[in-house]
């Protein structure tokens, strides 16, 4: 069974830091974080190969950093400079190696409010 089990969500002031996680059951290709706010649709926001390879999208680059520990399997991604419009369920998705189907996550939730 392939379980992806997200971390680290919570409250957070405009400007601050936040560091969120995702564990895998398996060795997984490529990995991204989601987000969905309310009333909108799911987003991407980052993703990560199982090589290093990155891909942010607009409002993410130059504040998020998506990094991965294949050993652990393990994805991270550090939020900075946070704004309120980056409210949002955040999704962990990966692919297992080999396989044609992905996986999601429960999702954490990430507020940014003073």
């Known amino acids: 069974q392939v379980r992806l089990v997200e971390s680290g969500g919570g409250l957070v002031q405009p400007g601050g830091s936040l560091s969120i996680s995702c564990t895998t059951s398996?060795?997984?290709?490529?990995m991204g974080w989601y987000r969905q706010a309310p009333g909108k649709q799911r987003e991407l926001v980052a993703s990560?190969?199982?090589?290093?390879?990155?891909n942010y999208a607009d409002s993410a680059k130059g504040r998020f950093t998506i990094s991965r520990d294949n050993a652990k399997n393990t994805v991270r991604l550090q939020m900075n400079s946070l704004k309120p419009e980056d409210t949002a369920v955040y999704f962990c998705?990966?692919?297992?190696?080999?396989?044609?189907?992905?996986?999601w996550g429960q999702g954490t939730q990430v507020t940014v409010s003073s």
């Open positions: 998705n990966g692919r297992p190696l080999g396989a044609t189907q992905g996986y």
């Open positions: 398996k060795t997984m290709n490529r």
């Open positions: 990560i190969t199982v090589g290093g390879s990155t």
